[in-house]
């Protein structure tokens, strides 16, 4: 029987021959990443087991961006923590102060995933590196602190699910809209422990920032791992940023799904995550009156530049709606500068917005726009569960940039359209 | 080994911010991520829960972020072992990985009532609620994760056997 492109990376990167689905194997890996919240607890645990040798440096990357700068005390100790380990060991890959990004952002901006990569990341949204064509799966400290050990990880071989989009997208929607829908119609869990493999004509005509916004939540439908076909738009991401050989995978005609499902794009609208689960989706149509208190727009999934030219867009010559928060973070020094250059932020400056520098921040309730009791904020962001963002009693609506940007200006959650009406 | 305690039930999709919230990550220190263990669940659970008690899930338990603090948080406040419908998967590794024994059982939620008295046997897989009389078999663990509770984590593996 054919195999699927997960099948053959994982192939790529084991001396487990004929292996199946459900087979739990040993494989290679090409980097592991951790941050300043996962890191700490495997360096901990590194040390307290007696360890004393990473096995190849060049592969570990630490990115230091959860609570950086760094909010207080207890995070300072834990940065200080990394960077020393860092130092100690040889690691060169470690991205702090201002070369730090969110790490999903930063990675495939500098180039440090290439399509067919095997990477694993203590960190739950490294299936973002799926739209580069490359196996790429979060796991914990534990696992991160044995591939200092070993280089390797224990992976469950996955079945692997089919989703193929055709038809045309509508206008204000993106590879987030897609990417909620399909999580509204299968649900947090309704990929569990298997891949997301994503394709069909309206995939291969998004551009590289909006299959990464969708590969990045599809662990918000449980999966292991999201992919997409690296075609002629990853090439020429991949090769304008690294001069790694790399290789190309495609599934086979024959290769064994365990579900094959078609969206129709014509039918899909922007999306809105209401709370608290990103399953429960709606079409913007179907929203009602919902008051913001504060709109976010940034992290790992939509704080890209093309994320904020379409923020840009919307706020040209508008103003942020009275006593609403409107909190702009670049995902990445590189985002931050070109949205510089391009006068982005000067029109959100303008608009009344706050800018941040490239952190998480708000995203998961870190810093930076923490919501109080009652508080709703719609976000460009990926998790909308209870607390994600500050108080237990606050409220969190997920969209994409250019809703967001829309909803920041009438105070309320609105379609791109009426703005510009 | 055997567990015994009494049940303290969550439903569906508990998240890993409501297992341990995010503002309390700046520790690795077990014992103080043990203080906020299912904090934003129910914030009395760790006033009300005893050493040895344990704790019940529905589907896709421990889903959202990979951090290993909720395990750990878990694991610190006393509670012996986790039952759920099914785990989401990172949430699944970690608890192998370090060490806190989770179980698979079918319609945990209506198998097991909160306050419910249950005793676990974790060489079998063997879940009996005594309060209700009924005894359930647990989904079997996968032969290598046998191995790594056996052998007292991940870390603890690749030191005695020089790899995983
Ligand atoms: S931006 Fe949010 S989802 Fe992305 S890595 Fe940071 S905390 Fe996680």
Redesign the pocket.
């Known amino acids: 029987m054919g195999r699927t492109i997960a099948e053959k990376i994982l192939a790529a990167h084991t001396s487990v021959e004929n292996f199946s689905e459900g087979d739990i194997i040993k494989v290679d890996i090409d980097l592991a990443l951790a941050n300043d919240i996962t890191a700490p607890v495997a360096i901990h645990a590194f040390r307290s087991k007696g360890f004393n040798t990473v096995n190849d440096p060049g592969k570990i990357v630490f990115v230091l ?2 609570f950086t700068p760094n909010k207080d005390i207890e995070s300072a100790q834990q940065c200080k923590l990394v960077r020393e380990f860092a130092k100690e060991h040889g690691i060169k890959g470690l991205f702090e102060g201002g070369e730090a990004g ?3 952002a930063l990675l495939p901006e500098k180039g440090l995933v290439v399509p067919g990569d095997l990477v694993i990341g203590a ?1 739950s ?1 490294t299936c973002t590196y799926g739209a580069l064509g490359a196996f790429s799966t979060g796991i914990g400290s534990t696992d991160f602190a044995a591939a200092l050990v070993t280089s390797q990880a224990w992976l469950r071989v996955p079945e692997s699910m089919k989703f193929t989009f055709k038809g045309e997208l509508q206008k204000w929607v993106g590879g987030k809209d897609l990417i909620l829908y399909l999580i509204g119609d299968i649900g947090v869990d309704g990929a569990l422990y298997r891949v997301l493999e994503i394709d069909g004509p309206a995939i291969a005509s998004l551009d590289m920032s909006n299959r990464l916004t969708m590969t990045n939540m599809a662990i918000e439908a449980g999966a292991k791992a999201g992919i997409i076909a690296a075609d002629g738009v990853t090439e020429f991401y991949a090769s304008q940023r690294s001069n790694r050989s790399y290789t190309v995978y495609r599934s086979d005609p024959d290769a064994h799904y365990v579900a094959v499902k078609e969206y129709d794009c014509s039918n899909i609208e922007p999306q809105i995550a209401f709370p608290h689960l990103p399953e429960n989706t709606r079409g913007i149509s179907e929203v009602g009156e919902i008051l913001l208190d504060q709109v976010f727009i940034g ?3 939509n704080g890209r530049i093309e994320d904020l030219r379409l923020a840009a867009h919307i706020m040209r010559n508008q103003k942020v709606s009275k006593g609403l928060r409107c909190i702009i973070i670049p995902a990445t020094p590189g985002v931050y500068m070109e949205a510089l250059k391009e006068g982005l932020l000067e029109i959100f400056m303008e608009a009344g917005a706050v800018i941040g520098p490239p952190t ?1 921040g708000p ?2 309730g870190g810093h930076m726009g923490i919501l109080a009791d009652g508080e709703k904020a719609l976000s460009t ?3 909308n569960f209870v607390g994600r963002m500050g108080h237990p009693g606050s409220e969190v609506y997920l969209a994409n940039p250019a809703v967001a940007a829309a909803s920041a200006i009438t105070g309320k959650i609105s379609s791109p359209e009426e703005v510009f009406s | 080994m055997k567990f015994r305690g009494k049940a303290f039930t969550f439903g569906d999709d508990i998240d890993t911010d409501a297992i341990i919230p995010a503002r309390y990550l700046n520790t690795w220190e077990a014992s103080e991520l043990a203080k906020h263990c299912m904090e934003d669940a129910d914030p009395t659970f760790v006033s009300r829960m005893s050493p040895g008690d344990i704790i019940v899930g529905g589907k896709n338990f421990g889903c959202g972020s990979s951090r290993e603090h909720a395990p750990i948080a878990i694991k610190a406040s006393g509670i012996s072992c986790v039952i759920a419908s099914s785990f989401a998967r990172i949430f699944y590794r970690n608890s192998f990985n370090m060490g806190l024994t989770i179980f698979e059982l079918d319609e945990a939620l209506e198998k097991i009532e909160d306050g419910d008295i249950v005793e676990v046997d974790a060489s079998t897989g063997e879940i009996r609620n005594i309060t209700r009389g009924n005894t359930y078999l647990s989904r079997p663990i996968p032969q290598f994760m046998q191995k790594l509770v056996s052998d007292g984590g991940l870390l603890e593996h690749i030191k005695k056997r020089g790899s995983i």
């Open positions: 961006d959860h969110i790490e999903h960190d949204h992290s790992c999934t998480c995203c998961l962001t990926n998790r």
